[in-house]
């Protein structure tokens, strides 16, 4: 059984900082591209970060770049998002998600495009205050 869960959400201040955890389960971690996502009430989910597993290569949406950094722990399979100088408007649920698609992550204009993510988890709510 496949398994994406994400933990580490929360409340924090503007400024703040958090990190976030994918571990994944039921499939070849080293396979995948695990990407980052993110959905705010009443808007559309939107793409945040991607890293592939096998190398360590990442991609960053414009709006977290230079605070968010994307990083995995192959030995446990689990990719972490480190968020820095968080902002209200980050505030959103979360998810991880995996993609055999592994050249995604060098093509900008598909990395964070959800319909090639095969897997996804439940989310973890992110809530920064002002």
């Known amino acids: 059984e496949v398994q994406l869960v994400e933990s580490g959400g929360g409340l924090v201040q503007a400024g703040g900082s958090l990190r976030l955890s994918c571990p994944a389960s039921?499939?070849?971690?080293?396979?995948?591209?695990i990407g980052w996502f993110r959905q705010a009430p009443g808007k559309e989910r939107e793409g945040v970060s991607c890293i592939r597993a096998s190398d360590g290569s990442t991609f960053y949406a414009d709006s977290v770049k230079g605070r968010f950094t994307v990083f995995r722990d192959n030995a446990k399979n689990t990719v972490y998002l480190e968020m820095n100088s968080l902002k209200p408007e980050d505030t959103a649920i979360y998810y991880c998600?995996?993609?055999?698609?592994?050249?995604?992550?060098?093509?900008?204009?598909?990395?964070?495009?959800?319909?090639?993510?095969?897997?996804w988890g439940q989310g973890t709510q992110v809530t920064v205050s002002s």
């Open positions: 039921g499939f070849t971690f080293d396979d995948y591209v």
């Open positions: 998600a995996a993609s055999i698609v592994e050249s995604i992550v060098t093509v900008p204009t598909v990395a964070l495009f959800g319909d090639l993510y095969d897997y």
